[in-house]
Nanobody, 116 residues
Framework: QVQLVESGGGSVQPGGSLTLSCTGS????????MSWLRQAPGEGLRWIAG????????RYTDSVKGRFTISKDTSKRTVDLQMNSLEIEDTAVYYC?????????WGQGTQVTVSS
């Protein structure tokens, strides 16, 4: 059974930092493309960062480039999203995603609120 569990969300002031973590189980973690997406209030789900397989580097949507860093620890089965210089516009529910050969899976989401 595939499971993705996010943690690390919370409230932070603009300019602050948070690190989200996603722990995966039930699939071959090392061979699976992983991503982070988010859904801001009143908006749809949007992809923000991803790690593919085969040695390709991380990719980011323009709005988070230079501020967010996605990383994978295969031994811990985690994919982290380090978020720096947070802005009010980063407020959203953040979801971890695994793109497996037979289906995509998402975690339950973790809330990030950036406010002064």
């Amino acid at each position: 059974q595939v499971q993705l569990v996010e943690s690390g969300g919370g409230s932070v002031q603009p300019g602050g930092s948070l690190t989200l973590s996603c722990t995966g189980s039930g699939f071959i973690f090392s061979n699976s493309p992983m991503s982070w997406l988010r859904q801001a209030p009143g908006e749809g789900l949007r992809w923000i960062a991803g790690l593919s397989t085969g040695g390709a580097g991380p990719r980011y949507t323009d709005s988070v480039k230079g501020r967010f860093t996605i990383s994978k620890d295969t031994s811990k089965r985690t994919v982290d999203l380090q978020m720096n210089s947070l802005e009010i516009e980063d407020t959203a529910v953040y979801y971890c995603n695994a793109y497996l050969p037979w289906a995509e899976y998402w975690g339950q989401g973790t809330q990030v609120t950036v406010s002064s």
